[in-house]
């Protein structure tokens, strides 16, 4: 949290920009010292996609020059959902798939684009092919020296008109040699929202449907269709015990695995159907788990070996063996999403490690996944990912921040490189808003001041901002405001007693927090003007007339910019400033039920600015700097502190880039980090799994 409180996971409606957002071109080599050479993660590998200048004030658009590391591949210049992906030994390959807003279906957004990216990260996504049309709900497999394609459907209107789908019985290979499609037997029908998957020289087809115009034509397959792609005749008829569409399908254990799916009812069905191709008989799986309605729906599978590997829209990655009585959870993606692809990728350990690619984290407009990640399906040790990409904003620090589900609204800041520039002109209230998924900024409402050094906290409503430091037309000053941010606007609320920054905002059990911090005020004069105030005060959440009000209870000591975080109803304090610029060397936990203060281990060194994020039982801290013999240093390590045995252990010696001006809130099982303060407009991301 590093007194900038904490931030959950909160649905809020993201206010729309219409026009294209040009980007600022990053050179390579300014990219490559922020990373740091020779570190533990892969080198950063680009993706590309078209560049051009700094954006306007009203932009919006996909970020291009993406640069990726770690278990990040490089990004889909445009991701889509419901397409066909297989691999060979080096390649992953996708074609088509749909990229407009989900259920409103036009053929300009229908992708006919066969690419391939290498497993290993190397080089940039290439393009092989492009389709006469676009297709989409197209199976892909593997062939020899080639890769083969199945059914699909296509899309006839333009955009705005009535929706026009047709499943086509297209099957065709691409030989990877000559660039060239040759074509296998027609299906004997049109079939669409199949899957397939390939057991020795067969390719077996399940599930979907035939559309011949829109959804309420749509007759589903009740059959299995199998064809032998070393000498493809004929295609062959399995009956099948379902009939299901927009399932998963993977070949394991030389069986065939049939996933999930929406039955002809309209319902989802977690159901797993096996094929055994030697006897043509059908047994069942185990349901596939999930803990939310539609779990099954949009599913994708791979197998290896005897296992099937699948996820679906909750990010959990699960594990069947052929024959076993139930799934097992064996990872999650970083990016929840359904309606994308899994493929293997071969390691040298005994498990596998799987690329997802494409897809979509729910029934929304805010884009799909162009995030290409790959998921150890058995993991030793913490796993960092790292995305650069090309900012808008004009900030470089102090930003204000919430992140609401999937999204990062940064606000305010200030846009000078430097430590104490706080002339009028270097703070600025601009507000801009990342969705991560898909890579995508977009201008968000100016924060009502120019202001840096906000304290800020997510809520179920969306979120709050308090207090800060700015100018007021004389002198830099600490001030005492708040806004809330609801439904994509801000609001102004009751706010402190008095001017405030640096300090510590958080929530607990429906009640604001703010412990300790600083207000400043030059016109005090000297050291006057910097007073370390001590008074805890609160607020209910809900309430935005209710003005913070002090509590019984004051803090231990006086303490700003210090690292803090929330953990089974206590609040734990470390590290800071006081009186004097001297660092905070004692460390506290703070009991909200008994408002008393006890004293608990503190980490190697005082951090001042650290970040601390609770997660699974555990307290994480990052970034801030420390008192060395040459003077105050950032601090590369993450330390974690477990508040059952009080100990602390160190995660990672040394991140491998700039840690300066890094924030740290919670993703889903992940650590987020991001900071801006560099040299070019770029915004580092890096999702740490401690796993």
Not at 30 to 41: D, R
Request: include cysteine; charged fraction near 20%.
């Amino acid at each position: 949290m590093g007194c900038s409180g904490s931030s959950t996971r909160s649905p809020a409606p993201a206010p729309r920009a219409s026009e294209e957002m040009t980007m600022h071109k990053l050179i390579c080599t300014l990219f490559l010292p922020l990373l740091g050479c020779g570190a533990t993660p892969e080198a950063p590998t680009t993706t590309s996609a078209p560049v051009a200048d700094r954006p306007e004030a009203t932009a919006t658009a996909p970020a291009s020059d993406v640069l990726a590391g770690g278990d990040f591949l490089p990004p889909m210049p445009v991701a889509v959902t419901s397409f066909g992906a297989t691999r060979d030994e080096t390649h992953l390959y996708v074609l088509g798939g749909y990229h407009g807003e989900p259920h409103r279906y036009d053929r300009e957004h229908q992708s006919g684009l066969l690419s391939r990216l290498a497993l290993d990260g190397t080089g940039e996504w290439e393009r092989l092919d492009t389709l006469e049309a676009g297709l989409q709900g197209v199976a892909l497999v593997r062939g020899e020296g080639a890769v083969c394609r199945f059914g699909g459907n296509r899309i006839e209107n333009a955009v705005g008109e009535p929706a026009v789908m047709r499943s086509v019985d297209e099957a065709a290979c691409f030989e990877l040699s000559s660039g060239r499609w040759t074509a296998l037997p027609s299906l004997p029908e049109g079939r669409s929202s199949h899957e397939a998957a390939r057991i020795g020289d067969t390719v077996f087809l399940a599930g979907g449907w035939r559309l011949d115009g829109d959804a309420a034509s749509g007759a589903f397959a009740h059959d299995v269709l199998a064809l032998d792609l070393t000498a493809p005749t004929a295609w062959r008829r399995i009956e099948a015990p379902f009939a299901r569409r927009a399932l998963a399908v993977a070949a394991a254990g030389r069986r065939l695995v049939v996933l999930g799916g929406l039955t002809e009812a309209g319902e989802v069905s977690p159901r797993v159907d096996v094929l055994d191709p030697a006897t043509e008989t059908w047994s069942r799986g185990p349901d596939f788990p999930g803990e939310i309605d539609g779990a099954a729906f949009g599913l994708a599978a791979t197998g290896v070996g005897d296992a099937v590997y699948a996820s679906g829209r909750e990010g959990t990655v699960h594990r069947w063996r052929v024959g076993e009585p139930s799934w097992t959870p064996v990872a999650r993606l970083a990016f929840e999403r359904f309606f994308h692809q899994l493929v293997a990728r071969e390691t040298e350990d005994a498990a596998p490690e799987l690329v997802a690619v494409g897809g979509i984290g729910g029934m929304h407009t805010e884009g799909r996944t162009r995030v290409v990640e790959v998921v150890p399906t058995a993991p030793t040790g913490p796993r960092l990912s790292t995305l650069v990409v090309p900012s808008p904003a004009e900030a470089k620090n102090r930003q204000g921040f919430l992140l609401l589900d999937d999204t990062l609204y940064l606000f305010g800041g200030n846009d000078s490189l430097g430590q104490h520039d706080f002339e009028p002109e270097n703070f600025v209230s601009e507000g801009w808003q990342l969705h991560l998924p898909s890579l995508t900024w977009r201008e968000g409402p100016a924060y009502p001041a120019r202001r840096q050094t906000m304290q800020t906290l997510s809520t179920d409503s969306g979120g709050l901002s308090v207090g800060g430091f700015g100018h007021d037309g004389d002198d830099a000053v600490s001030f005492a405001d708040a806004y809330a941010f609801h439904d994509g606007r801000w609001t102004e609320r009751a706010g402190l007693p008095r001017d405030r920054t640096q300090f510590g905002l958080v929530e607990h059990d429906g009640q604001l927090f703010v412990f300790g911090g600083l207000s400043y005020d030059p016109t005090r004069g000297g050291m006057a003007a910097f007073d370390h105030v001590t008074d805890i005060l609160a607020a209910p959440v809900d309430d935005p007339e209710a003005p913070f009000a002090p509590i019984d209870a004051r803090m231990p000591g006086p303490r700003r910019h210090f690292a803090a975080a929330v953990h089974d109803g206590q609040l734990y304090l470390f590290g800071g400033m006081r009186d004097g610029f001297e660092l905070v060397e004692d460390c506290f936990r703070f009991d909200f039920e008994t408002q008393s203060f006890d004293p608990v281990a503190c980490p190697r060194r005082a951090r001042l600015g650290g970040e601390l994020v609770a997660l699974d039982g555990r307290l994480y801290l990052a970034g801030g700097s420390v008192r060395t013999d040459d003077g105050m240093q950032t601090e590369p390590s993450v330390e974690v502190f477990d508040p059952a045995t009080g100990a602390w252990s160190v995660l990672l010696e040394a991140l491998p880039f700039d840690v300066k001006h890094l924030r740290m809130q919670r993703h889903g099982e992940r650590l987020l980090m991001w900071t801006t303060h560099h040299e070019a407009d770029q915004i580092l991301l890096a999702w740490l799994d401690p796993a």
